[in-house]
């Protein structure tokens, strides 16, 4: 765990939700199903440390919506779920049976595109307060264990923020994770423009 003030974590957690208010909006209209979105936790770890802080998720196989961003901070952004939560999410979504282990692609596609208004919303939300632009990469759905999906060229100590995010729609909990990986400095430009920022 990379040390971090009460403080900071609040902060940044209010950045992510700020995001995902937004998006939740979005998918809401989007999709015409009443959506909550919540993160009641986050984290900051060290790239090495991924494997032990994800726990059981990381022998499953996962399904995740991944973007790279780039500016004043660079990384990628994931949106991860492990598999049950993945095929009630879409099957809610879609209105559809239980899902078989195989996502096919108009599924993947829901999938992507949840993920694409989630992953977008919250960087939009971290530019705002860096008061800046962030380009991005098209999102990329991807498939396999935590350490394959994540499986980036990253350092070791690189930091990577980690927030649990809820999905409540039509009374299903559903969890996920958006996880941030940033290039080593970018972190610290990130940190230093939320604790200079007026509401920090």
Known sequence: ????????????????????????????????????????????IPFSDIEREFGLMRTLSVSAVRLRFKGPITGVSSL???PDSAAKLVDILMGEEP???????IKIGTLSEVGNIILNAV?????NTLETRLSYTIPAYVEGSMT???????????????????????SHRIEGEIIL????????????????????
């Open 1 to 44: 765990m990379i040390a971090i003030t009460t403080e900071l974590r609040d902060a940044l957690r209010e950045i992510i939700n700020i995001g995902v208010g937004k998006a939740a909006g979005m998918l809401n209209e989007l999709l015409n199903n009443h959506i909550i979105l919540e993160v009641p936790q986050v984290a900051v």
């Open 80 to 82: 991860v779920f492990p």
């Open 99 to 105: 899902l078989s282990d195989d996502l096919d692609a």
């Open 123 to 127: 960087m939009a939300s971290f530019s």
């Open 148 to 170: 394959s999906v994540l499986h980036l060229d990253m350092e070791r100590d690189a930091p990577v923020l980690s927030a649990t995010t809820r999905f409540t729609v039509e």
């Open 181 to 200: 990986l940033f290039e080593i400095g970018s972190f610290d430009i990130l940190k230093a423009a939320v604790e200079a920022a007026p509401n920090s």
